[in-house]
């Protein structure tokens, strides 16, 4: 994390409700005019195949540089967008970049990667959702089997009579899905298998912790071998350290993500040290 998003965020937590409410009014309202003002960019992490090694895709994860505030985090200005409105904007622009980008690398490189794409639940149930996804895609002739869709677990606390649909239109149009943040949210295992999702997302605070506090490594181990059982990709995130990639390895994780390999690259920084470098796995 960066000092001013420490700083940021310690202002946040630690200072008054006043001053809390004062930023969160700031951000919401440099926000309005961030897209306008270019201040949006996207960066993108690689996503490892443990068996071989190779890339396989990228996760599009958004910054902003504000003139007014700096750094912001998107763990920070994520939550306002959504409340604000300003994320269905937002969202739109991620995904026609993010489709831009890595159609970009994909025209010109020997493998395709797949992009993954972090949706908020609040994008998601906007009614025309699924139809403006599926026509970025086609503005941008991109093969929708390489677009990932990441929701986060907690999506599945509002109504699932109103989120499966959508999920299953979504599977239609050939997208595959994510479930982010797996392990911080409320997924009843009884109806895990009957999501019709493909991927699973060790949350991050589990692999900080997993080679230490036993807790953490068996569900770690759990959560692969259930995974496995139902045939979701499993992908560990924030992998920083060679023991943990080792670990994960023995416990056949598929995928990893982290600062161990890669911190989110802009894209011109993606293109230089991967393109053509090696075939992607399957
Ligand atoms: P996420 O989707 O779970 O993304 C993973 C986060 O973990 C990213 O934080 C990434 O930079 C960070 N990370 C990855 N590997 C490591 C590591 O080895 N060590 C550490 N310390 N961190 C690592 P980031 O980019 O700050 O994003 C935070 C969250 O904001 C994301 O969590 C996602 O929920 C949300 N977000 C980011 N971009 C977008 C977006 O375009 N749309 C939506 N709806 N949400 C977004
Ligand atoms: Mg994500
Ligand atoms: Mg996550
Ligand atoms: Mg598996």
Do not use: M
């Not at 700031?26 to 190779?54: D, M, W």
């Not at 493909?198 to 900080?208: L, V």
């Not at 080792?246 to 890669?262: A, K, P």
């Amino acid at each position: 994390k960066s000092k001013s998003a420490a700083k940021g965020r310690a202002l946040f937590f630690n200072g008054s409700v006043d001053e809390a409410v004062k930023r969160a009014f700031a951000i919401e309202t440099e926000l309005r005019t961030a897209l306008l003002n270019e201040e949006i960019s996207i960066v993108y992490q690689p996503q490892i195949c443990v068996k071989t090694g190779n890339i396989v895709g990228v996760e599009a994860l958004a910054r902003w540089h504000s003139k007014k505030l700096g750094f912001v985090s998107p763990a920070e200005f994520i939550p306002i967008a959504e409340n604000s409105g300003t994320i269905n904007a937002l969202g739109d622009y991620v995904i026609y970049k993010a489709l831009f980008d890595i159609n970009a690398f994909n025209i010109n490189n020997a493998f395709k990667l797949n992009l993954s794409i972090n949706i908020s639940p609040k994008q998601l149930l906007e009614p025309n959702f699924v139809e403006s996804v599926v026509q970025a895609s086609e503005d941008l002739a991109f093969d929708r089997q390489f677009i990932t869709l990441e929701i986060t677990e907690n999506i599945l606390i509002t109504d699932l009579s109103v989120v499966l649909p959508i999920l299953l239109e979504l599977r239609e149009n050939n997208f595959k899905l994510s479930l982010d943040d797996f392990g911080t949210g409320y997924s009843s295992l009884s109806y895990l298998s009957n999501l019709p999702i493909n991927e699973i997302k060790i949350d991050r605070t589990f692999i900080d912790k997993f080679l230490t506090n036993h807790q953490s490594e068996s569900l770690v181990k759990t959560i692969i071998a259930i995974g496995d059982f139902c045939d979701f990709v499993v992908v560990a995130e924030g992998v920083e350290t060679k023991a943990q990639l080792d670990r994960l390895t023995q416990f056949n994780c598929d995928l990893i993500q982290g600062y161990y390999f890669d911190k989110p690259l802009a894209y011109n920084d993606l293109v230089a040290k991967y393109q053509s470098c090696n075939i992607s796995c399957d």
